[in-house]
């Protein structure tokens, strides 16, 4: 497994814009073989925005099974993990009525 940390860009995940730079980091990790630990220990702030272009742009380039198959999910509060999950969802969701 890859750990991927995103305390390495900051305590705060909340703009769009820095969400579309970690998710161009996080993209060749996802290519490999093996599965990529997302790792949000330390952060104390995601925001639906963030989390829509960070992590739930990405079933726009691969399906919801594959991105599990790929990925999990380490250090999230309640908070954290609502917003992802919400992001997630909303996405999915907006891509299966297309």
Do not use: W
């Not at 997630?88 to 299966?96: D, G, V």
Request: one cysteine or more.
């Amino acid at each position: 497994m890859i750990e991927f940390k995103f305390g390495n860009y900051g305590d705060s995940m909340g703009t769009r814009l820095l969400g579309a730079k970690i998710r161009a980091d996080l993209r060749p990790l996802l290519d490999g073989g093996e599965k990529v630990v997302l790792d949000f220990s330390g952060i104390d702030t995601v925001t639906n925005s963030f989390a829509d272009e960070c992590i739930a742009k990405l079933l726009l380039e691969m399906p919801l099974a594959d991105l599990k198959a790929k990925t999990t999910f380490k250090g999230l509060t309640p908070m954290t993990e609502r917003s992802i999950l919400s992001a997630l969802k909303r996405r999915h969701m907006q891509i299966q009525t297309k």
